[in-house]
């Protein structure tokens, strides 16, 4: 069962460049999510997908889009990467009640240089 | 607006001794807090979760304290074990929002 998976786990990108995050679940949530976590900031939601077919902006959605593509897949682009982009990104899924536990994947830390 | 805060980025807890995590909350109508850990390299994992209609909760080694008035919870680790080092997070919700704040995180770091 591998739960969260994501990929890729490292990427570099130059300023202006473009490429998806991808992220699939095999545990039938419901929701999933997008974070990302910068030194000294926490983990800051990006946008989520409480259903198939819903998706919702977050804390930072500025420079990003998502697609709920089905149950089990929810990507995060990037059209024209910045370095403020740099960080280590984290897909995260639930039932849909997140006060059950949220499953994430192993992250997918990226460079915009 | 920092909504989830824990002031301490880091500690260093002896091992066998108690570990507490601290974190402040501004919102009050939060309903439910949750504590994940983080290994270096690895996606969170959940740990601990309490609702905001209670003021402790406990699961081994692991109690979570909450104080409403004081917009305050804390984790306590009872004993600490060198694998309990890692990064902790908070992180509070409103019920019928999928949106989970988190807090910056503590460096928690057992010494043998």
């Known amino acids: 069962n591998a739960g969260v998976t994501q990929t890729p786990k490292f990427q570099v990108l130059k300023t202006g460049q473009s490429m998806t995050l991808q992220c699939a679940q095999d545990?039938?949530?419901?929701?999933m999510y997008w974070y990302r976590q910068d030194p000294g900031m926490g983990l800051r939601l990006i946008y989520y997908s409480a259903s198939e077919g819903t998706t919702d902006k977050g804390e930072v959605p500025n420079g990003y889009n998502v697609s709920r593509l089905n149950k089990r897949e929810f990507s995060l682009r990037l059209e024209s990467a910045a370095p403020s982009q740099t960080s280590v990104y984290f897909c995260?899924?639930?039932?849909?009640?997140?006060?059950?536990?949220?499953?994430f994947g192993q992250g997918t830390r990226l460079t915009v240089v | 607006d920092q909504q989830v805060k824990q002031n301490s980025p880091s500690l260093s807890v002896q091992e066998g001794r108690i570990s507490i995590l601290n974190c402040d909350y501004t919102?009050?109508?939060?309903?439910?807090f949750l504590w994940y850990k983080k290994y270096p390299a690895e996606g969170p994992t959940f740990l601990i979760s309490?609702?905001?209609?209670?003021d402790k909760n406990e699961d081994g080694r692991f109690t979570v304290f909450l104080n409403k008035s004081a917009k305050h919870l804390s984790l306590h680790i009872v004993p600490s074990q060198p694998g309990d080092s890692a990064v902790y997070f908070c992180?509070?919700?409103?019920?019928?929002?999928?949106?989970?704040?988190f807090g910056t995180g503590t460096r928690l770091t057992i010494i043998p």
């Open positions: 309490i609702s905001s209609i209670k």
């Open positions: 992180a509070a919700l409103f019920f019928g929002n999928e949106k989970l704040t």
């Open positions: 995260a899924s639930t039932q849909g009640r997140i006060k059950t536990q949220a499953f």
């Open positions: 545990m039938n949530h419901n929701s």
């Open positions: 919102n009050s109508m939060f309903d439910y």
